[in-house]
């Protein structure tokens, strides 16, 4: 569905207000109905986090209903939750509200809180970076999208980056969202070449004022969990595609950061890359493993996919597909269960981190 048959479909829905519904090419249609979504509490305790990327709202979309019933109490979206490629920001907006009508999607949003930052597809532009010049109107449409409430520093400034503290004393989980792409340094791109993004080895992903709000987050935070959300992988630096390791000098500063401030229980979670692995490294100067899940996608992958990652457990996931995390307080220190589940709750992958263990 091109962007003008969108937004001519969400015109007539707010025309006639009644019950029209809009077809995608799946023959899936659209409630009119007016959800009104869950406010983020975050002095709820968090025991069961969903999470996922890469959703095409003009697709069939069978993947809401295993993680409705998964009872999550938290969904996290990691980027490309639509595909808007466009400096219009009204067919944007249709796209976004296409999404917010799917009727499948709509269970989601009666049951769960949702937060969530964005990668390149529903930022505007393929592998766009600070050059995009939509980026501020985007911006706004992504947090009208989920819902963030005025109130969130986000609004007061550039970038859609944000944090969340959840739970009681000695059972918080902080979760930092990061913005990979509004402040992002361009990067010179070689097709069918490898590597085909050559190395900034001077630019930066995440731009000065985001460091010192990442640093400033670490410094002060007093969680035991602390997620930490990109739309681009982190971890893995063998793949010919986008990835943090294309700015080394960013990938090894978020790795200091980590260290200086002893940040407990660090995990990282992605999108982008249409397929759903699990990645870990050993820290220098931290006492516990880093450990990535990367969920992608929601609606679409790249079947029979297959590319090198020396720092993957277990399997790639290349059927559709969407991140849980399980959390354990019961003991001195948490235990955190890491999953790829897909269609009615098939587990692809896992991983325990028992943050107990040196």
């Known amino acids: 569905m091109n962007a003008n048959k969108i937004f001519l479909c969400l015109f007539m829905l707010l025309l006639t207000n009644l019950n029209y519904s809009c077809k995608s090419k799946t023959g899936a249609s659209a409630s009119t109905s007016t959800i009104v979504p869950l406010l983020v509490d975050e002095s709820k305790t968090l025991t069961r986090i969903a999470l996922g990327s890469c959703n ?14 998964e009872k999550p109490d938290l969904w996290i979206w990691l980027g ?7 400096e219009d920001m009204k067919a944007l907006a249709a796209n976004y509200a296409l999404q917010k009508n799917n009727s499948e999607y709509q269970k989601l949003m009666r049951s769960t809180p949702i937060i969530g930052i964005w990668d390149d597809h529903d930022y505007g532009v393929n592998d766009g970076g600070k ?3 939509k980026r501020s109107e985007s911006r706004d449409a992504m947090l009208d999208f989920l819902d963030v409430p005025k109130s969130n520093p986000v609004w007061q400034r550039d970038g859609g980056y944000q944090s969340y503290t959840f739970g009681e004393a000695g059972k918080k989980v902080k979760v930092l969202l990061l913005d990979a792409r509004y402040f992002r340094d361009r990067v010179e791109r070689r097709r069918k070449e490898y590597p085909q993004y050559i190395p900034n080895l001077t630019g930066t992903i995440l731009g000065e004022e985001q460091w010192k709000w990442v640093e400033e987050e670490l410094k002060t935070s007093d ?8 739309g681009i992988q982190i971890l893995p630096v063998q793949h010919n595609y986008e990835k943090w390791n294309t700015f080394p000098q960013e990938r090894d500063r978020l790795f200091n950061l980590l260290v200086k401030h002893q940040v407990p ?8 890359r249409h397929i759903g692995e699990l990645s870990k490294k050993e820290i220098e100067g931290l006492e516990y493993p880093l450990v990535e899940l990367t969920s992608s996608g929601l609606t679409h992958t790249y079947e029979n996919a297959s590319e090198e990652n020396n720092l993957r457990i277990g399997k790639l996931t290349d059927q559709l597909n969407f991140g849980f995390i399980e959390i354990d307080w019961k003991g001195d220190k948490p235990i955190v269960d890491l999953e790829i589940r897909g269609k009615g709750g098939k587990l692809f992958q896992a991983y325990k981190i028992d943050y107990n263990q040196k």
């Open 131 to 133: 050059e995009y010049p």
């Open 265 to 272: 229980g660090a995990i990282f979670i992605s999108g982008d």
């Open 56 to 69: 095409r709202s003009d697709y069939e979309q069978p993947l809401w209903q295993p993680i409705v019933d």
């Open 80 to 86: 490309d939750n639509i595909y808007g490629d466009t």
């Open 223 to 230: 969680a035991q969990i602390h997620i930490f959300g990109s």
